[in-house]
């Protein structure tokens, strides 16, 4: 998570270094933090699916361009390598934006897999959505929706906001067990099934009847965004707000292995915001 100076900067305005401090613990590994739930077993097609998809298009490419240097009664031109997944069998499709309204940022420090400087090998594994980058005003009565229908696995009703102590803590080792997963503030899992989970950090606060086993229907409001976890929460309430949001796959993310950019394809399509890879079968 990286913030700029004001609201309405620019998405292409590189944030101040200040705010790139303060969030930190936003882009942090949630793989390595010590978690309070166990998360599902991942089907193991869908482990490897996103860098198929990602592979799909290249060898799509190759193939395209092999065509164009061979006649086309060449019968002994081997056929392009394809996935044919049906829209409905894909579980890493079918979601909703979690803002309402909101675009997916083009700034690639808000997209997985940006690099962090703040620790060794530290990549960001989800989207951020701030309101100068995702073309929606956002405060602390923005909603942040259930993204797909699934089942809470973790809803932080008694979360504490943290101290400039805790702060502190945090910056004389962010690899510490349970540091990443405290900086991220109060948060929501839900479990969508084969091993598909969605979070939503830095919440301000939970929805009214949210809690662990419920199960909520696709657009339902599940917290309001905010900036818990972070040193703003203290130093300068309201100047970070801005909810981070991941779809993990098993003890992976969307995106994981890829270009920023590549990642944000992808989110894209799992909000039906772009088309399928070629011959996908979408």
């Not at 086309?72 to 390598?81: G, S």
């Not at 309204?101 to 090998?121: K, Q, V």
């Not at 702060?167 to 690899?175: C, P, S």
Request: charged letters at 20%.
């Amino acid at each position: 998570m990286i913030q700029a100076s004001g609201s309405d900067a620019p998405a292409s305005e590189t944030p101040p270094v200040a705010a790139q401090q303060a969030d930190r613990a936003d882009q942090a590994d949630p793989a390595d933090a010590a978690s309070p739930v166990e998360q599902p077993p991942a089907d193991q097609a869908l482990v490897s699916q996103q860098t198929q998809q990602s592979q799909v298009a290249q060898q799509s490419a190759s193939a395209q361009q092999a065509e164009a240097e061979q006649p086309l009664d060449d019968a002994d031109r081997p056929a392009a390598p394809t996935q044919v997944i049906e829209p409905d069998d894909d579980p890493l499709l079918g979601f909703i934006v979690p803002i309402t309204g909101a675009c997916i940022t083009e700034f690639e420090g808000h997209l997985p897999s940006a690099p962090r400087a703040y620790r060794n090998h530290g990549i960001h594994e989800g989207l951020d959505f701030y309101q100068w980058a995702s073309c929606v005003t956002i405060s602390t009565a923005t909603e942040a929706l259930a993204a797909k229908a699934g089942v809470v696995i973790r809803a932080d009703t008694d979360y504490v906001d943290i101290t400039p102590d805790d702060w502190a803590r945090f910056q004389q080792d962010w690899d510490a067990p349970g540091v990443l997963d405290e900086a991220r503030g109060r948060q929501v899992w839900i479990d969508h099934g084969r091993g598909i989970v969605t979070r939503y950090a830095h919440l301000s606060a939970i929805a009214e009847g949210v809690a662990v086993g419920v199960e909520v229907e696709q657009g339902q409001p599940i917290g309001y965004v905010g900036e818990s976890g972070q040193q703003e929460v203290y130093l300068d309430p309201g100047s970070d707000l801005h909810l981070h949001f991941e779809i993990r796959i098993g003890d992976g993310w969307l995106g994981q292995g890829l270009a920023p950019q590549e990642g944000r394809l992808l989110y894209l399509r799992a909000f039906g915001l772009a088309p399928p890879p070629p011959d996908s079968g979408g």
